[in-house]
C-alpha cells in the first residue's frame, strides 16, 4: 500500500483502539469477509474514511503477516499484486 494509504489506516485503527483497546480490524469486516469465504480463506476490498482503498485477505492457519509486492507496467500502472507466504526458505 502507498504511504498515504498507510497513514490513514494507522489513524483509523489507532482511533477505533482509543474508542475500545479490544479493537481489531478484522473484526470490522467479519461479515463482508464471510460472503467471500472458501475452505480456510477469504477476501475483501474496502475503503477506510472514503479515502484509503485497501485489500485484505485471509490465509488459513498462517501467522498472520507476509509480505506483499505491487507489479508496475512501463508506465507505473499496477498489474499485479504478489503476496509471499513464506512457505519455502
Known amino acids: 500500500m502507498d504511504k498515504e494509504t498507510l497513514n490513514t489506516l494507522l489513524a483509523y485503527e489507532e482511533e477505533r483502539q482509543n474508542e475500545n483497546s479490544d479493537y481489531y480490524i478484522y473484526f470490522e469486516f467479519e461479515d463482508e469477509f464471510d460472503k467471500t469465504y472458501k475452505d480456510t480463506r477469504s477476501w475483501l476490498v474496502t475503503t477506510i474514511k472514503e479515502k484509503a482503498s485497501i485489500s485484505m485477505f485471509s490465509s488459513g492457519w498462517g501467522d498472520g503477516s507476509y509480505p506483499s509486492f505491487w507489479g508496475l507496467d ?16
Open 74 to 89: 512501463e508506465n507505473g500502472d499496477v498489474i499485479c499484486l504478489v503476496t509471499d507466504f513464506l512457505i519455502t526458505d
